[in-house]
Nanobody
């Protein structure tokens, strides 16, 4: 059974930081591209960042220079460091694991709220 369990969300003031974690089980973690997506109320889910099995990364323009994705294959965990948070970063953040066109798994999401 595949499980992706996110943690680390919460309420933070503008300019603050959070670190999200996603622990995976039931998959050969090291071969998967791991991604973070987010969905704000009334908006479609959007890609925030991803990291390939080889460690290459990519980011949405809106988070470049503020967010950083990383992975620890020994812990089967992917991280998203969120810095310089803005109110528009408020969303539910989802972890995704993808391999090829058919292996695609999602976590349950973790809420990030940026507000003073």
């Amino acid at each position: 059974q595949v499980q992706l369990v996110e943690s680390g969300g919460g309420l933070v003031q503008p300019g603050g930081s959070l670190r999200l974690s996603c622990a995976a089980s039931g998959i050969l973690f090291s071969i998967y591209t791991m991604g973070w997506y987010r969905q704000a109320p009334g908006k479609p889910r959007e890609l925030v960042a991803f990291i390939t099995s080889g460690g290459s990364t990519a980011y949405a323009d809106s988070v470049k220079g503020r967010f950083a994705i990383s992975r620890d294959n020994t812990k089967r965990t992917v991280y998203l460091q969120l810095n310089s948070l803005k109110p528009e970063d408020t969303a539910v953040y989802y972890c995704n694991a993808k391999n090829g066109n058919t292996l695609d798994y999602w976590g349950q999401g973790t809420q990030v709220t940026v507000s003073s």
